[in-house]
T-cell receptor
Framework: EDQVTQSPEALRLQEGESSSLNCSYT??????LFWYRQDPGKGPEFLFT???AGEEKEKERLKATLTKKESFLHITAPKPEDSATYLC??????????FGQGTELSVKP | DGGITQSPKYLFRKEGQNVTLSCEQN?????MYWYRQDPGQGLRLIYY???????QKGDIAEGYSVSREKKESFPLTVTSAQKNPTAFYLC???????????FGPGTRLTVT
């Protein structure tokens, strides 16, 4: 069964304190791993797509990496505006996205 | 501006009433999706459509219905058969049904 598990469920950081979010997955035929940011009461905002192990993508303070079993979203020197829920999803052979439950990030000034 | 619109943002209904949620996209995407999001749970797929006049059930289709008569539009009807309809509903689209999906702002439905 295709499955995505994100950890931790919640993460509290001080401004400037770097950390990483984890996304572990099992999928029959990976068709991409996707990271999204979701603010309260809003739709998810697309961040990155990773397709193969070893691939990395960066955007401002965020960097996503991918191995054969997991992906990490590294946050360098976060700011309060980075506070959000970060969702991970994998695409399977059927063309569906399987989502994890998300990591709620809070960055305090 | 290209994007996905959902209306209304908030919707209130009484039990036993059917309600239709709107989703429109002007991205010229072939595929469209409906998800449901509940607190503490990941997004769950209700229905999806890879092409006009065709759609498939997702993981939690019971109590819902859709139509795809136009490429730009994918309305979702929440019927009275849906046991727990109160939730945040998200519509998404993708270019070809294989890559990343782009989401609308969502509709929060409350049924009392």
């Amino acid at each position: 069964e295709d499955q995505v598990t994100q950890s931790p469920e919640a993460l509290r950081l001080q401004e400037g304190e770097s950390s990483s979010l984890n996304c572990s997955y099992t999928v029959s035929g990976l068709r991409g791993l996707f990271w999204y940011r979701q603010d309260p009461g809003k739709g998810p905002e697309f961040l990155f797509t990773l397709y193969s192990a070893g691939e990395e993508k960066e955007k401002e303070r965020l960097k996503a990496t991918l191995t054969k079993k997991e992906s990490f979203l590294h946050i360098t020197a976060p700011k309060p505006e980075d506070s959000a829920t970060y969702l991970c999803a994998v695409g399977n052979q059927g063309g569906k996205l399987i989502f994890g439950q998300g990591t709620e990030l809070s960055v305090k000034p | 501006d290209g994007g996905i619109t959902q209306s209304p943002k908030y919707l209130f209904r009484k039990e036993g009433q059917n309600v239709t949620l709107s989703c429109e996209q002007n991205l010229n995407h072939d595929a469209m999706y409906w998800y449901r999001q509940d607190p503490g749970q990941g997004l769950r797929l209700i229905y999806y459509s890879q092409i006009v006049n065709d759609f498939q059930k997702g993981d939690i289709a019971e109590g819902y219905s859709v139509s795809r008569e136009k490429k730009e539009s994918f309305p979702l009807t929440v019927t009275s058969a849906q046991k727990n309809p109160t939730a945040f509903y998200l519509c998404a689209s993708s270019i070809d049904g294989l890559g990343e999906q782009y989401f609308g702002p969502g509709t929060r439905l409350t049924v009392t």
